[in-house]
């Protein structure tokens, strides 16, 4: 998703994650006295958890709009389509169970069966017909409808997803974004910040069984006791070995973050080992906010925050100190606030916000990203920052695309997409950048010159960003190269490339979460909250 200022009529887009992005690497604003190589003086990643494409854009841009209870959402004419669900592919779907919209009230499912081998076996060949079978999982206190493991079939509109589509009608997204390799949360969270899940070992005598195969990570070990205070004891424990983007960041003077929500212990006075026992109730219920597979630098010795110290003081927050670059989500926000935004900033919300289903929600979960994306459109950094949206992994929801065949592999145990032998990028999921220049420094943006990016993005594309951020060159097997990018046109921009729709203007101002058409009849799952900060009139 991309986010700029128009001097022309609002159109929409959908285009690769990094051909959306040239624009935003280039248009700086007119008093800037950036060293940088492109006009970006702030990343931020915001690194969501369990969607695929079609469990949210299935039908995008056309929501149902049949119930009083939820908000309409009407796309404007002209807008493109994107490779989502139409025709025989929902009515005539080669699963056992058709595809069908999840409503505003049934926000809350089932977490599915995301699991490293069952994803592959769910792919069957490319042939994408047996999501029920090894996908989808349910259980009394979640169940729909009875739909059982059918639920795993089920998407959402622009009636509950409205403000994603919102983002997605006036900035830019990608529908051609897989993870890097199958499997749950901690793998796609190593990749984004490595490249790769290689260099795992069990630490604590657990079973390398679903965690571990040949040196790489396929499930959700946690980090190390050694690493990590809020670790869970009783789980199979790992510690990574290589370097990841924070060592390329640290050698090059680079500030950088990763904030998570629940890493702040709540035992009082520095006291260890730390205790995270914060907690929030969302529509799903209460959960703890601090998971430990979803934080990947506490794997790695170089960056992991044992026992969660705080950084010394705000203005050394993004370098290097006792906290060792890994902060509570609120350590951000002070940052944002005293002028003191790191270059690169991974943010990832505490649990019940971040999208994750079984504890966590598309409701609650819009109310972080709308809340987060406002504060920092609204803060000076602005005009230099660039933001993506991006999902860890699928949560095994289905989705119609299989992605390109990649790597090879010979682990009989593990592999399932077509048998051994093959071992692709994992599920499509939801990805785009988010950004803005001031409309008057709008005079030049960057083109691809080559068909580098043309391709599929995966986990590695936001790699790519964060040290092409610094213009970092990566030399060991961890890492990825630079982007290759050339001066091109003037913006607005319009970029013609095969398979991809790249003109594109976008809105200025902040997201309003919009309410219900009339109140809904009282239920577990309450209406979304609506988050106020500056109504804009083309939000509807």
Not at 13 to 32: E, K, N, R, T
Not at 311 to 340: E, R, W
Not at 427 to 450: F, M, N
Not at 453 to 479: E, K, M, N, T, W
């Amino acid at each position: 998703m991309l986010l700029r200022p128009c001097t022309k009529p609002k159109v929409s887009v959908f285009i690769p994650l990094w051909i959306s992005l040239v624009c935003a690497l280039a248009a700086p604003p007119a008093d800037a006295t950036t060293t940088t190589t492109t006009p970006i003086q702030h990343l931020v990643v915001i690194f969501q958890e369990n969607v695929s494409f079609d469990h949210y854009f299935a039908t995008y841009p056309f929501a149902a709009n049949n119930s009083p209870f939820e908000p309409v959402f009407t796309a404007p004419a002209g807008t493109p389509s994107v490779n989502g669900l139409s025709g025989s592919l929902l009515s005539h779907n080669p699963n056992s169970v058709q595809p069908f919209r999840l409503s505003r009230a049934e926000a809350v499912t089932c977490d599915q069966d995301h699991g490293y081998l069952h994803e592959q076996q769910a792919f069957n060949s490319g042939l994408m017909d047996k999501f029920v079978e090894f996908a989808g999982t349910t259980k009394p206190s979640c169940d729909i409808d009875n739909r059982g493991k059918g639920i795993v079939m089920g998407y959402y509109d622009g009636n509950t997803v409205t403000a994603l589509w919102n983002y997605a009608q006036h900035f830019a997204m990608s529908d051609n974004s897989f993870s890097t390799t199958f499997g749950p949360s901690t793998p796609g969270a190593l990749n984004l910040i490595s490249g790769q899940t290689n260099g795992a070992n069990i630490s604590n005598g657990g079973s390398a069984t679903g965690n571990v195969a040949n040196g790489s990570v396929i499930g959700d070990p946690r980090p190390s006791s050694d690493f990590d205070d809020c670790t869970i004891t009783t789980a199979t424990q790992i510690k990574m070995s290589g370097t990841h983007v924070g060592d390329l960041l640290n050698a090059h003077s680079i500030t950088w973050g990763w904030f998570q929500g629940g890493f702040r212990p709540t035992s009082p006075n520095g006291a260890t080992p730390a205790v995270c026992g914060s907690t929030h109730t969302g529509l799903a219920g209460s959960s703890k906010d601090y998971i430990p597979h979803h934080a990947p630098f506490q794997y790695y010795p170089q960056s992991a925050n044992q026992h969660h110290l705080p950084p010394t003081s705000v203005s050394m927050i993004g370098s290097t100190d006792q906290a060792k670059h890994q902060y509570d989500l609120s350590d951000f926000f002070a940052a944002l606030s005293a002028g003191n935004l790191p270059a690169v900033s991974y943010l990832k919300a505490a649990a019940y916000q971040d999208g994750h289903a079984g504890y966590s929600d598309p409701l609650d979960e819009q109310a972080f990203l709308v809340d987060t994306i406002n504060t920092i459109m609204l803060s000076p950094f602005w005009s230099s920052t660039a933001i993506i949206i991006a999902y860890d992994d699928s949560d095994g929801w289905y989705d119609h695309v299989m992605g390109p065949i990649i790597n090879q592999s010979s682990d009989i145990a593990n592999d399932g997409l077509t048998g051994t032998g093959a071992c692709g990028n994992g599920h499509r999921t939801v990805s785009g950048p988010l950004r803005l220049w001031p409309a008057s420094a709008a005079s030049r943006h960057l083109a691809l010159r080559e068909s580098q990016f043309r391709g599929p993005q995966r986990h590695r594309s936001v790699l790519h960003l964060a040290i092409y951020r610094g213009q970092i060159g990566a030399s060991d097997a961890s890492a990825t190269t630079r982007p290759t990018i050339s001066l091109a046109r003037s913006c607005p921009c319009s970029i013609s490339l095969r398979a991809s729709r790249a003109r594109f203007c976008c809105s200025i101002r902040p997201l309003e979460l919009p309410p219900a058409r009339s109140k809904a009849p009282p239920s577990k799952r309450s209406p979304e909250p609506v988050r106020r900060v500056r109504a804009g009139s083309n939000f509807t």
